[in-house]
Nanobody
């Protein structure tokens, strides 16, 4: 059974930075895309970023492009989301996601095979 555990959330001032981590356990290989979604209070879950199994391709929502960077370390079965210049519209529960359809397909909810429980990011103005 695949398990995804996020960490790194917290409270930060607007303009500040946070680094989220996602630890994956239960898969026998690294041939899957990893990504991040977020869900703000009262809103639907939305795509943030995704990375292909080999790290060669990355995808971002326009709202975070240029501020967030996704990366992965297959030796550690982990993915990361470096978030810089956090804005008042970024607060949400950030969920790690994995899918076998590739990074491009992970931009869609139906491309997600497994979810983590999430880590809360709060931004103060």
């Amino acid at each position: 059974q695949v398990q995804l555990v996020e960490s790194g959330g917290g409270l930060v001032q607007a303009g500040g930075s946070l680094r989220l981590s996602c630890a994956e356990a239960g898969r026998a290989d690294n041939g899957y895309a990893m990504g991040w979604y977020r869900q703000a209070s009262g809103k639907e879950r939305e795509f943030v970023a995704a990375i292909s199994w080999d790290g060669g391709h990355t995808y971002y929502d326009n709202s975070v492009k240029g501020r967030f960077t996704i990366s992965r370390d297959n030796d550690k079965n982990a993915a990361y989301l470096q978030m810089n210049n956090l804005k008042p519209e970024d607060p949400a529960v950030y969920h790690c996601a994995v899918g076998v359809g590739g990074g491009y397909y992970l931009q869609l909810l139906e491309g997600v095979q497994n979810w983590g429980k999430g880590t809360l990011v709060t931004v103060s103005s």
